[in-house]
Nanobody, 123 residues
Framework: QVQLVESGGGLVQAGDSLRVSCAASGLTFSRYAMGWFRQAPGKEREFVAVISTSGATTYYADSVKDRFAISRDNAKNTVYLQMNSLKPEDTAVYYC????????????????WGQGTQVTVSS
């Protein structure tokens, strides 16, 4: 069965950096676009970043553009989210998701989801 397992979350201070990872299994990873989403308490899940199957195309939410970077290693079936200059408003559970055809910033378009990893940024 398909599994997406996030790791690397934690508690950091404002201005710090953190990299979260998502290891995929049970699917042909190189055929899936991969996205990162986040959900803060009391808020809806929101798009953060997406990367195409080859890694050649990426898109970011305006709130994280120029601070976050998404990348993937198809040989390791892993997608990464490098987060720099973290702010308290980045505090959320971060989820990775896989989408079979095309890329999207809409959560309902994704086929598989991980369980999430908590990122907390203190001020």
């Amino acid at each position: 069965q398909v599994q997406l397992v996030e790791s690397g979350g934690g508690l950091v201070q404002a201005g710090d950096s953190l990299r979260v990872s998502c290891a995929a299994s049970g699917l042909t990873f190189s055929r899936y676009a991969m996205g990162w989403f986040r959900q803060a308490p009391g808020k809806e899940r929101e798009f953060v970043a997406v990367i195409s199957t080859s890694g050649a195309t990426t898109y970011y939410a305006d709130s994280v553009k120029d601070r976050f970077a998404i990348s993937r290693d198809n040989a390791k079936n892993t997608v990464y989210l490098q987060m720099n200059s973290l702010k308290p408003e980045d505090t959320a559970v971060y989820y990775c998701a896989a989408k079979r055809v095309g890329i999207s910033y809409i959560p309902n378009h994704y086929d598989y989801w991980g369980q999430g990893t908590q990122v907390t940024v203190s001020s």
